[in-house]
T-cell receptor, first 117, second 118 residues
């Protein structure tokens, strides 16, 4: 079965500093990988996704992520964090659903990002 | 981008009653929708996967008779919590997959529904 590990429960960075959120996955085949952001009491917003091709993926709000197959990682990065980036970030792997020919998501436990002004 | 809407956003119900939560894809057709439950400061737990026109597939440990899921159209899925108890209080989130059942289609999430059972 697939799984996602986000090693950091809580990260605090200063506004303007760079950010890297770690994500490791376990899946037997080539995965579909996603990063979502969740503000308190809200649903999830897709930041970016990787299906195939270029391993460096650009997303919204200035985020990017790099798929490294050898390390089973899909870390999220942003060169300069803004106070509005404070939120919970979830990494997810899309595992193929053999019955429906589609996929479903398995989420990591999330990393809470706090931003110091 | 694609929008998924949930209604209601907040609901309070009495213990023993049933409550229905709607999930709509507003600008795309969703053959497949997913229902999640999220406890405070926890990750999302997949409850069930629903495909339009067929019965939902429930994850292990989820009571199908308690959490009734109906996916009657390509834009609407409903979750009904029957005979609700305080322990059912939670944040329920739906998501919908854009397009058909093919691989590579993006999944979009609703804004969630807070259920409080008193």
């Amino acid at each position: 079965a697939q799984s996602v590990t986000q090693p950091d429960i809580h990260i605090t960075v200063s506004e303007g500093a760079s950010l890297e959120l770690r994500c490791n996955y376990s899946y037997g085949a080539t995965p579909y990988l996603f990063w979502y952001v969740q503000s308190p009491g809200q649903g999830l917003q897709l930041l970016l996704k990787y299906f195939s091709g270029d391993t460096l993926v650009q997303g919204i709000k200035g985020f990017e992520a790099e798929f490294k197959r050898s390390q089973s990682s899909f870390n999220l990065r942003k060169p300069s964090v803004h106070w509005s980036d404070a939120a919970e970030y979830f990494c997810a792997v899309g595992a193929r659903d053999s019955g429906a020919g589609s996929y479903q998501l398995t989420f990591g436990k999330g990393t809470k990002l706090s931003v110091i002004p | 981008g694609a929008v998924v809407s949930q209604h209601p956003s907040w609901v309070i119900c009495k213990s023993g009653t049933s409550v229905k939560i709607e999930c709509r894809s507003l600008d795309f057709q969703a053959t497949t929708m997913f229902w999640y439950r999220q406890f405070p400061k926890q990750s999302l737990m997949l409850m069930a996967t629903s495909n339009e026109g067929s019965k939902a597939t429930y994850e292990q440990g989820v009571e199908k008779d308690k959490f009734l899921i109906n996916h009657a159209s390509l834009t609407l899925s409903t979750l009904t919590v029957t005979s609700a108890h305080p322990e059912d209080s939670s944040f329920y989130i739906c998501s919908a997959r854009e397009g058909g059942r093919g691989l590579g289609n993006t999944i979009y999430f609703g804004e969630g529904s807070w259920l409080t059972v008193v």
